[in-house]
């Protein structure tokens, strides 16, 4: 009953935080992203084990899907995207909002395929090595793209403006982003509670104990990591959407930007737990907004302090700091060291 | 009684040892087959072969007659061939009830079955197997801080959740208490006449295995020595003189 309420409480929050903030509307939105990201991150991150470094290519990839799939469904791609173009090229209302939502779903359908397909081949990897595997596909990707002249090649991509009123803008895209939030979290607290969630912790916990007891790891290891990434590209079709246009390098496959940020705010509110990456996303959005505000030209500086703190004090972030101090409000007992027990 | 694991001419090498050599063996379905040799005699590496945690260099394995010394690990467990390790490898970080049920069997599952919520009479179940092994009051600890034999024992009742048709165990009394060693005994012995499990045991405590097993294999420097009933085993001089130089 408590939850309950706490919940709808919670709900009433987030569809009134963009009325009561009006002039945060962008942050806000910023905010859901960041937390969607690191929920994601964390499903094989935290909860599998795998900690990957390329995330960020479902992202970029997911933004440049659905613009593809948008400008595709009305004009000749290759020739929107030519940079020489001199002919205007309008998109009306309905073919605005039917291209975002089909490019939007479009996009997450597509990482999601992708993701399979690449963990087919970096899910031999362990450890630093599928790190850095998953980190080298999201580098070739930028690349690969930003010489693709029919995408638009180094310039990227400049999609159609929201249609009507910037502030009614702003409200589409926070409440986008809002809703794939709230879905995923609903998504994850449902599948972390089922046998599928349990093996995969087992995959984390001892990936080789769990292949012994014949635990389909590698179908399960796909199966998470596309469900992350249908996640990501939903979010990155949406911030195409938002940003109106996009280039490949700093924007769409931004690998030491939101591909490390994610990471971060994973560690900073704790791993292979429901609440650390949204605790982590808020406190780590919060921190950058106060240090881009005030420490102008120190901002990085005091980021990579923040990492570096992080990294080397607090792996377990928050939500484990919390879990070690008090395990009973987490449903961890501990054997009392009574030492009658058996000798080893 | 038919055989159910057929070892023909198996060898293994790591690098220049010669872990196991031109090894040949069979384990009788429904029975309780003892492995044992000095330290280092290669009876672990045997293992592995057998359930395909690593390539052989000849020879071959057969399972209920099917050739599976190509198998992957994973694949060789879900056709309900299943081992313990001596190491013994439980989720610590999990509680008792938890690891029972990740130990699920996954072979009797469909995919989607995954995505469901375990049923109530999966907790009987994993209550019903932790009271067997004795576990019962310590449930719901975290299992990383049970002792290395309750470890051991809650992951001889995770092999069992997992109904595998022959479980391969590693030295299942080693770290046990002496005093609950003979409990112990008794509960694989039930396991093989209750649930019907094939077991094949290492074991380098004499007088358990010579208590348990109907037959008895015995390695030394890789090479099969001797075999036979639990009495020849204990009247052959050369398993008396391979212990004897061991120690
Ligand atoms: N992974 C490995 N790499 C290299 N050598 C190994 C490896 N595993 C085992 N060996 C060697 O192979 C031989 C057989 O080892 P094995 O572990 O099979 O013996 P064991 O009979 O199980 O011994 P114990 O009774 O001590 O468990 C030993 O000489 C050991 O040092
Ligand atoms: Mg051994």
Redesign the interface.
Known sequence: MKKTIFYVLLLIFITAAPFMFPAFRTQLATLWLMIVVSMTWDMTGGQMGYNSLGNIFFYGTGMYVAAIICIGLVHDVGIYNDASRSEIMKFTDTQYFVGAIVGIIGAGIFCAITAVIIGYVTFGLRGPYFAIGTLGVAIAAGELVANWEWVGGGQGIALPVYPGDLDNGKLFFYFLFAVSGVVLFIFLKW?Y????G??V??IR??E??????????L??KLTMWALAAFFVGIVGGISAFQLIHFEPLETAYQTINLGIFMVVCVLLGGKGTLWGPIVGAILFHVIKEVTWNYLLGWQWVALGALIVVTVVYFQDGLMGWLMHKK?EWFG????KKESV???? | MSTIIDVQGVSKSYGGVLANTDISMQVEKGGITGLIGPNGSGKTTLFNSI?G?HPIDEGSIRFEGKEISKL???SI??LGL??T?QQT???????GV?NM???????K?R?M??????SKADYERADMLLDFVGLYE?R???SG??????QKLLEFA?ALM?EPTVLLLDEPTA???PT?INGLIDRLKRANTEFGITLFIIEHNMRVIMNMADKIYCLAHGKMLASGTPGEIQGDQRVVDAYLGAH
Do not use: C, W
């Open positions: 599948l509670g089922t046998r599928f349990a093996a912790n087992a916990d001892d080789e104990k769990a292949e012994a007891m014949g635990i389909h790891t179908r399960y395990p961890v007992r501990i054997e027990g058996e000798a080893s | 359930v945690y992957p690990v994973q467990a879900r299943l081992r390790f490898r439980i989720y610590g970080a999990m509680n938890e049920l990740i130990s699920m069997p996954h072979r599952m995919f079955d995954s995505f469901g919520k375990n310590k719901f600890l975290k801080s049970l002792s290395f034999g309750q995770m997992n770290g046990i208490n609950l």
